[in-house]
């Protein structure tokens, strides 16, 4: 059964309908509405902006109203404008105040139009989330991080910088701009130090690149390498790029490090929190490159200057060591002289006495001598007739003494064998005997051998 037709429209009509009630709920009312900016795109000619204005969810931050949003020329000017104050680049995630007015397109829909954008609000959102970031971050690290006036104290600030900065990790772009200056700068010093640098590479800006950088710190830490400093560093650019730098994590990654942590982070005007977390922080990367050669340099200067010292320390002690030769030269040169001239009167002496004294001596000496020789003389005599005696004496004893003369008294000797015997225990019955007296001599046999009995 075939509908009944129903009453219609067209949709170029609704669309009319709509842009009057539109029309006349809002006319040319303006309203501030804060919103993030999402599917940003920029065309320089024409001078426009396309992109829509969200709102999340704070829980899980899904969008709870989206509106296609365009800047035409007058308000990209002033887009432009708040890029200037801010020195924020304009693009997604940003969180915006901006004047709007409502339009509705019967080809393009509904639509909001930017007529103008403040930067107070954007400045000080990004003040409020640094003062977050940094609150949490003392925090969260009690141990690590804490403030001491206006200055945080870090455990990279703590470590201590080597005398000598050689060997160190150079996290950056290697295609920009900032990272040629700062090899360059080492390369070319002007006192020929030479650095060995291991170069990790790594986004600088952009999405993720605070996750890519706190990668690569890992990356080295676990290298093992013991390298004297990390390097960190990033050409000029929008004050939003900077923005990678107040990452939380990155910050609290930096504070953390066991390596003395560089930044040259390519802004004379801000100071990012990795910058306060870090052990030294400089501007650019030509500044990080030339705090290095200065560090280094500082160092050879101390030497220089106690190669200085030492070398007047030394002249010092020379010249006073050369002092006291001189005098002690003096000295013993006046002591000799006088102990030359005591000696020489002394030997003047000597001389004198011993042209006098010989003589007299030799006198008394020759007396002495004339007296020890007629002592002798008479004590010889003595002692000789006293010897002949004794020696006459001595003569008739051996004379008297002599087996002749024993013999002649009717004595004999016996003989064995040529030997003369004084003891008979060793001779036995039948040995043969040789008897010598003064006169004969008696050959005979034991017949017996008695013991002669006493009692």
Not at 116 to 126: A, F, L, M, Q
Not at 365 to 383: C, H, P, R, T, V
Request: with cysteine; net charge positive; charged share 20%.
């Amino acid at each position: 059964m075939p509908l009944k037709p129903i009453n219609h429209i067209k949709l170029s009509e609704l669309t009319l309908l709509i842009k009057e009630a539109m029309q006349s709920r809002f006319g040319e009312q303006t309203f501030w509405v804060l919103g993030e900016v999402s599917g940003h795109k920029f065309y320089a000619n024409p001078d426009r902006h396309y992109f829509e204005l969200l709102e999340k969810e704070a829980a899980d931050k899904s969008p709870v109203a989206k509106v296609k949003s365009i800047a035409w020329t007058s308000g990209s000017e002033r887009i432009a404008a708040f890029e200037q104050e801010t020195m924020q680049k304009f693009e997604n995630g940003m969180q915006v105040l901006v004047q709007i007015k409502i339009e509705f397109n019967a080809a393009y829909g509904f639509q909001l139009i930017i007529l103008d954008v403040d930067p107070n609000y954007t400045i000080g959102k990004i003040e409020q989330q640094r003062r977050d970031t940094l609150r949490k971050l003392l925090l969260e690290n009690p141990s690590k991080i804490f403030k001491q006036g206006n200055e945080y104290i870090t455990f990279n600030k703590q470590q201590k910088l080597k005398r000598v900065i050689h060997q160190m990790a150079l996290i950056g772009s290697p295609n920009s701009e900032g990272f040629s200056d700062f090899c360059h700068t080492l390369q070319t010093n002007q006192y020929d130090y030479r650095f060995k640098i291991d170069i990790f590479q790594s986004a600088v800006q952009g999405a993720n690149a605070d996750l890519e950088i706190k990668a690569k710190l890992i990356q080295v830490f676990e290298s093992n390498t013991q390298y004297d400093a990390v390097v960190i560093i990033r050409g000029g650019g929008s004050k939003s790029d900077l923005l990678t730098f107040d990452s939380y994590g990155l910050a609290q990654t930096i504070a953390r490090f066991p390596i003395p942590i560089i930044t040259g982070l390519g802004h004379h005007n801000d100071v990012s929190i990795s910058d306060l977390m870090a052990h030294t922080a400089t501007k650019t990367p030509t500044k990080a490159a030339e705090f290095i050669i200065s560090h280094n340099r500082s160092f050879e200067e101390s030497l220089l200057v106690l190669q200085r010292r030492l070398i007047i320390k030394s002249q010092q002690i020379v010249y006073l060591k050369q002092q006291e030769i001189a005098a002690t030269k003096e000295l013993v040169v006046n002591r000799v002289q006088g102990l030359l001239n005591n000696y020489a009167l002394k030997l003047s002496s000597l001389q004198g006495q011993l042209l006098v004294q010989p003589k007299a001596f030799i006198g008394k000496k020759s007396s002495e001598i004339q007296y020890y020789k007629q002592g002798l003389k008479l004590n010889l005599d003595s002692f000789l007739r006293k010897n002949n005696h004794d020696l006459a004496h001595y003569a008739s004893l051996i004379k008297v003494m002599s087996p002749e003369n024993i013999l002649k008294k009717g004595f004999a000797y016996l003989q064995v064998k040529g030997k003369i015997v004084s003891d008979v225990n060793g001779l036995q019955a039948h040995d043969e005997l040789t008897v010598v007296t003064a006169k004969h001599i008696l050959n005979t046999k034991i017949e017996s051998i008695n013991e002669i009995n006493k009692s």
